[in-house]
């Protein structure tokens, strides 16, 4: 199961989590393993005053997710393009093959909801 980390008091938005889609108050839905890259991702859920979720440039920071770097396992194996005659030719090479993601390794930070702008 992912972090969840509460930035601060009070009422948080409502999400949920099934496998690696991450949904924010049946607005926005995010394939978080979609997401992953060779770096750090992080993505912004902010509102605007009317409640609208969006990824981004909202006014009211909503949460924050943070999904590390893949990371890869590196294998040695013999090297299909070695030749003898090449000089720097290298009998090996390695392999990285990248680690299967995991939801254990993202940070979900929440915020508390701006009153007013959220029915609850």
């Known amino acids: 199961m992912m972090k969840v980390i509460e930035a601060n008091e009070g009422t948080k938005i409502p999400y949920e989590v099934?496998?690696?889609?991450?949904?924010?108050?049946?607005?926005?839905?995010?394939?978080l393993k979609a997401k992953e890259a060779d770096n750090d991702?992080?993505?912004d859920i902010t509102s605007d005053a009317f409640g609208q979720l969006e990824t981004g440039g909202g006014i009211y920071y909503v949460a924050q997710i943070?999904?590390?770097?893949?990371q890869y396992t590196e294998t040695e194996v013999e090297?299909?393009?070695?030749?003898?005659?090449?000089?720097?030719?290298?009998?090996?090479?390695?392999?990285?093959?990248?680690?299967p993601f995991s939801m254990d390794n993202v940070t979900l930070?929440?915020?508390?909801?701006?009153?007013?702008?959220?029915?609850?």
Do not use: H
Not at 18 to 24: E, I, V
Not at 66 to 70: E, N, S, T, V, W
């Open 18 to 31: 099934t496998k690696t889609w991450l949904s924010f108050d049946d607005q926005i839905m995010l394939n």
């Open 41 to 43: 991702v992080n993505i």
């Open 66 to 70: 943070l999904i590390p770097a893949r």
């Open 79 to 99: 090297n299909p393009d070695y030749d003898e005659s090449v000089e720097n030719s290298s009998k090996t090479i390695l392999k990285r093959d990248p680690v």
């Open 109 to 120: 930070t929440l915020y508390a909801l701006k009153e007013g702008v959220f029915n609850e």
